[in-house]
């Protein structure tokens, strides 16, 4: 099973970036993101549960963050706007077979599967 990030990068505030977490090696219930800012918990941001296609968000990014499914892909995207520099964070790619709950699936434990991560910096 692999998890491959891509799409970091430097971005002013207010601009955009997109991410992409390309799957391979497995089939998951569920793709999600979370991010880590330095000297903080890596918290939950957003999660795409494949059949329906149900999107779950955190507060922080809802409204501002679209994350989406690409089944013949089997890659997920996270559109991120109007970005801030609280945004500033290295943002992981998680998936796991299992059906969860949605509460589990916001967190980090509702995950087996990791990629290495992609760093987003957002200058003010």
């Known amino acids: 099973v692999q998890l491959v990030e891509s799409g970091g990068g430097l971005v002013q505030a207010g601009g955009s970036l997109r991410l992409s977490c390309a799957a391979s090696g497995s089939a998951f219930h569920f793709t999600g993101w979370f991010r880590q800012a330095p000297g903080k918990e890596r918290e939950f941001v957003a999660a795409f549960i494949w059949n329906p296609g149900i999107t779950l968000y955190s507060d922080s990014v809802k409204g501002r963050f679209t994350i989406s499914g690409d089944n013949a892909k089997n890659t997920v995207y996270l559109q991120m706007d109007s970005l801030k520099p609280e945004d500033t964070a290295v943002y992981f790619c998680?998936?796991?077979?299992?059906?969860?709950?949605?509460?589990?699936?916001?967190?980090?434990?509702?995950?087996?599967?990791w990629g290495q991560g992609t760093q987003v910096t957002v200058s003010s």
């Open positions: 998680a998936a796991d077979p299992r059906r969860l709950a949605k509460a589990e699936i916001r967190t980090r434990a509702g995950y087996n599967y």
